[in-house]
């Protein structure tokens, strides 16, 4: 977990824990791609800012307590709780990785860029919708400007949709299936051709993710998450144990509207 954490910061992306996304009895697929891309569920309340630190987590005089600093992720929301952009900073505080996200004047995702440290354009991602306003299609695009991949969307029912990415430059494929109950994802089977595997999670009555199972090519990790809350019943640590051995500490700061 440690190891997938840094390579996880490096690449930015979070798609090994895209199963914790969920707003209960509201699930769509922004929600999917708001944890899958930007790395957070959305929040409760009018949140204006929070900063997340990943530590590693270690046990003294009987508590749980921070151990080293992997990294440190910060996000902005506008006044209609959407995320607009994200910071992710190096143990050290050196900026790694930063997202800026737009919205269209309806607050419908339009699109949404990946800039390197150095503030150097890496990829940029542009949203289509169908007419019910139902994310359809991801087109990615390089700093070029030339098209990557793409990530289609198909409704099967209102509790399982199929997502298909395809690598134009190489046309390799994989495909998840989302399963949802409740409004949240409860799993997530994938084939990569190479890879093959699921992810199923259970939740509290917060929406939050308490156990998780990752299977990837007979390999089975098991997750479990413990939390403390705010007021607003969002969470501001959560210590993360790995096949029931203590992993890590995140701790968040919020700040409100």
Known sequence: MRKVLKVMFVFLFFLSLVSCVGNKNNFSVEDYMFFSQY??????GDVKYIRAKIFDAEEKFGEVQRGDLYGTIDYHFNKDNRIKEKSIYHGDGELLKKIIIHYDNNDLLQNWAFYDGDGSLEDETIVNYDKDNRITLLNVYDNKHKLESKIHFKYESKDSI?????????NKSAKDTIQLKDGLIVKVAFNSGKEVGYTSSEYNDKGDIINMIRERNGIKITYRFVYEYDLEDNWIRKITYEDNKLDLVNERVIEYY
């Open 39 to 44: 790395g957070v569920q959305k929040p409760k």
């Open 162 to 170: 199929k997502v298909d990415y395809i690598n134009v430059k190489d």
